[in-house]
């Protein structure tokens, strides 16, 4: 399994032999294969963006991923092992509210969920309620990598 996680984009950052515990980073790439925010357009003098959330977040509020994921293995009978694994999605970005004053954005969720923020700096027919999930890549990457053995 180590082997296969050194050939992908995650990071083991720390392996327990003694709980089995294994913690994994990821998202230093492209945020938008870990989450996604749905599809988002903005056409503005500044601004002519057609994607995903994420993207747009990304590209133009230093919009930045940090995940980790944590990985527990068990004995569970003869031969046999039982692996659970677990994801924390921790996404950031910098916004201008309303009065200009710049502040953090943080949306925080785990696996299986989502996070929303209901920004002050929305502009009129826009969407107030923004939403980030995550894609199940990292989830189904770690699934790929215990199937092989």
């Excluded at 923004?130 to 215990?146: D, N």
């Amino acid at each position: 399994m180590v082997q296969h996680i050194s050939e992908t984009s995650f990071t083991i950052d720390s392996i327990d032999k003694e709980s089995r515990l294994m913690i994994l980073t990821f998202g230093t790439g492209q945020a938008s294969e870990f989450i996604t925010g749905g599809e988002w357009e903005l056409k503005s003098a500044e601004v002519d963006f057609s994607g995903d959330y994420v993207d747009y977040v990304t590209r133009y509020h230093s919009g930045r991923l940090k995940g980790k994921m944590n990985i527990t293995m068990s004995e569970f009978g003869l031969n046999r092992t039982k692996v659970t694994f677990k994801a924390r999605y921790r996404f950031s970005s910098m916004a201008l509210m309303s009065n200009r004053r710049p502040v953090e954005q943080l949306w925080i969720f785990n696996t299986g969920e989502c996070a929303s923020l209901t920004p002050d700096n929305s502009a009129s027919g826009i969407p107030n309620k923004r939403t980030i999930c995550p894609t199940g890549l990292a989830e189904s990457t770690i699934m790929r990598a215990l199937r092989s053995f």
